[in-house]
């Protein structure tokens, strides 16, 4: 069985890629951040990402994180995936949050333009 198929057992209705990128991630309450911290992606689907932690997070945790995007916009502008959402399986110094909203950032830019509803942030590396 490849890596994008599921068997009957996983309950992810998403393909996972396994995607190892720098990712920051911050701890929020409303606006206010509470804490930040870094690691790495370990997958990402477009329903969630699973990353490295520097310190333990617990479940129900809201977040921010930013990933430094595989794929470049117009084959050479860096792209950054932000996405918030809600910490869903904490494990020890691994967190999955579920994607609650993104957006493609480029890289050190503060202007962007919203994703659209419903598009899927893996397409491109499908």
């Known amino acids: ?10 309950r992810r209705s998403s393909c996972r890629y396994p995607i190892e990128r720098d990712v920051r991630y911050k ?24 990353f490295t932690t520097e310190e333990p997070l617990e479940n129900w945790m809201r977040l921010e994180v930013a990933v430094d995007w595989p794929v470049c ?15 869903v399986r904490a494990d020890g110094s691994q967190a999955a949050i579920e994607i609650e909203k993104y957006e493609f950032r480029t890289h050190g ?3 962007f333009t919203p994703a659209k509803t419903g598009q899927d942030p893996t397409a491109a590396l499908a």
């Open 1 to 10: 069985m490849s890596y994008r198929e599921s068997s009957s057992s996983d």
């Open 27 to 50: 701890i929020v309450d409303g606006r206010t951040v509470l804490t930040a911290g870094a690691g790495r992606t370990v997958d990402v689907s477009s329903g969630g990402i699973l």
């Open 73 to 87: 916009l117009d084959n050479g502008c860096p792209l950054k995936l932000v996405a918030q959402g809600r910490v």
């Open 109 to 111: 830019a503060r202007a």
